[in-house]
């Protein structure tokens, strides 16, 4: 049975889009049939990332009811599935972010993961992605401002019945300045499904304009990500066994 993930944050910048491509690649990794949409309509990312920024049908497109769902769907060279929004500034002004409703069914008949990559905030677009939900991540920082955040992100996605799985915490440093995972958990209240940490492999990855579990694939970042989703797919993963041997490691930088 298809299910519909939506990937938010209560505030920007810390990671939400990079963690909707990047977990849906992982768990493409493992064998699922994914879609990663970009339903963040505002500013959309989805499509920088894996190197379409411009395509003939996008979900514009669909919601505008140019085109079907079906039409607006790319297939990356992994086999991982997108559908990118529009770039065009043009494009602002028409979009009707409550009609992503109406598109739920369609979006289930594509692929068994439906990875959707809300706008961040708690604005229309972001209400609109999540109440077609069959559940919620919370991606946050471990640092106040965000955490404070995403609780009052996790209360809406509640008030909309909305079933909310946990929340990764992403550029985790583990220092002493930082928020620690058992303080998040206890503030927020939901489960951590894991953390990513600071990795410089993620922003040379969207210099390749590809996923870092592409580029990168036995690096920290995404060796977390690989555990994260195969958590969600249940198949057994472990990370320490796909690290790159020391001896190549030696040769070159420690990803």
Known sequence: MSKII??????GGVGKTTTAINLGAAMNYFGKDVVVIDANL???NVGLHLNSPEVPVNLNHVLNGKSNIFEAVYEHDS???????SLAVSELKKFNPA???ELKNDFLKISDYVIVDSAACLGEEAISAIEIADE???????????ITDALKTIKVAEQKKKFVSGVIVTRVKRNRIEMKPETVKEMLE?????SIPEDFCI?????????????????????????????????????????????????????
């Open 6 to 11: 939506v990937i938010t944050s209560g505030k």
């Open 42 to 44: 505002s500013t959309p």
């Open 79 to 85: 086999g991982l599935k997108i559908v990118p929004s």
């Open 99 to 101: 009609r992503l409703k």
């Open 136 to 146: 919620v991540i919370i991606v946050t920082n471990p640092e106040m401002p965000a």
């Open 190 to 194: 939901v489960p951590i499904l894991g």
């Open 203 to 255: 922003p040379d990855s969207l210099n390749h304009k590809d996923a870092v579990i592409h580029v990168f694939p036995k690096s920290k970042s995404s060796r977390a990500y690989k555990e994260i989703a195969a958590k969600i797919v249940g198949v057994d993963y472990d990370s320490k066994k796909d690290r790159e041997k020391f001896w190549k490691r030696i040769f070159k930088r420690d990803y």
